[in-house]
């Protein structure tokens, strides 16, 4: 490239059309999915005190914006139980009861918004006791035991009618135990979407906050399951054997901390790859936004286009509405 003054990079960002012609990556609404968190009963809109404009819903209200989100043209929701202490046990038998919260609110949405995907966590942290997301016995989380029961669940809520199970609990040799598990089931069509490379990382307190779970873990965490922040090869190791085992898509989680894990991956396999901006990130920016620290909109915006520079296809995040509106102008 000639140099300064035949050269000048500026010309390009003189115009709003010209800075738009030449932009090389944008952000739509297709590139948005919206987590939720559901409530048992019909209850009033609880707000979440640490994630600034969240609220967990009943499963009427829970129908109720699912449907604003897809005349927003949002493709997908991801559903969170918020399950009431009284019913969690040790074992977590909920989380394999076809008539659990969270199937009841997948049959629910399915049949008012069937058009919308839905998105559904197996993992057994909102239904145990401890918090942890498998099978507790001895101060050990059991890799295999824990398995037999995620194989239950992802088919359970499967037949509800959810189009994509996604395992969060990083045990191993899940991906291929659930896929084996809807197969034989005749579920065939429905997707895996790995929590493929998941950090056990602090920015999850207010999520942990919004389903209840904090209190339950107490002063444990998930490091013996949950990636450590300072590994990157292990990562790609962690994808590489999920796409073997049958995962559809993955996801790196959380999102803005590990950017650099998101380009590796997109990069290396180029298989639909997702980023979570988790409760942290989402608090952070919204919190300091309240104050009037930040521009919220702005900084959001800034935030998940980061996210499709980086190589995501698809983005989790609490502000999918808000700015589901501001890209349909």
């Not at 002063?219 to 300072?230: E, H, L, S, V």
């Not at 989402?282 to 919220?296: C, F, H, N, S, V």
Request: glycine fraction near 10%; aromatic fraction near 6%.
């Amino acid at each position: 490239m000639p140099a300064y003054p035949r050269t000048r990079p500026r010309r390009l960002r003189q115009f709003d059309w010209s800075r738009r012609l030449v932009r090389e990556h944008a952000l739509r609404v297709d590139d948005l999915i919206w987590p939720t968190f559901v409530l048992d009963g019909d209850p009033a809109p609880q707000a979440v005190a640490s994630m600034p404009g969240v609220n967990r819903l009943g499963i009427d209200d829970l129908v109720q914006a699912v449907g604003q989100a897809r005349s927003l043209g949002i493709p997908a929701v991801a559903i969170f139980p918020v399950i009431d202490p009284a019913l969690k046990t040790p074992r977590g038998e909920l989380a394999t009861d076809p008539d659990n919260l969270v199937c009841r609110a997948v049959r629910a949405v399915k049949k008012a918004v069937p058009d919308i995907g839905i998105i559904c966590d197996v993992a057994l942290d909102p239904f145990t006791t401890h918090g942890q997301d498998g099978l507790l016995v001895d101060g050990r989380i059991l890799n295999d035991e824990t398995i037999e029961v995620l194989r239950q669940q992802a088919v359970v809520q499967a037949q509800a009618g959810c189009d994509v199970v996604a395992p969060s609990d990083m045990m191993d040799g899940r991906i291929g135990a659930v896929r084996d598990a809807l197969d034989e089931a005749g579920l065939q069509r429905t997707m895996i979407l790995s929590y493929a490379a998941k950090y056990a990382s602090a920015f999850y307190g207010p999520f942990r906050d919004a389903v209840g779970s904090k209190g339950a873990l107490g002063g444990g965490d998930k490091r013996t399951y949950q990636m450590d922040p300072a590994n990157t090869e292990e990562a790609l190791r962690e994808v590489g054997l999920d796409i073997e085992e049958g995962a559809d898509m993955v996801m790196v989680k959380p999102g803005m901390p590990y950017l650099d894990i998101l380009r590796r991956v997109k990069e290396r396999y180029g298989l639909p790859t997702y980023a979570y901006q988790v409760s942290g990130e989402y608090a952070m920016l919204m919190g300091a936004a309240e104050r009037g620290w930040l521009d919220g909109p702005a900084v959001m915006m800034e935030s998940l286009l980061a996210f499709k520079r980086a190589g995501a296809d698809g983005i989790l995040t609490y502000a999918a509405l808000d700015i589901a509106e501001r890209l349909r102008g």
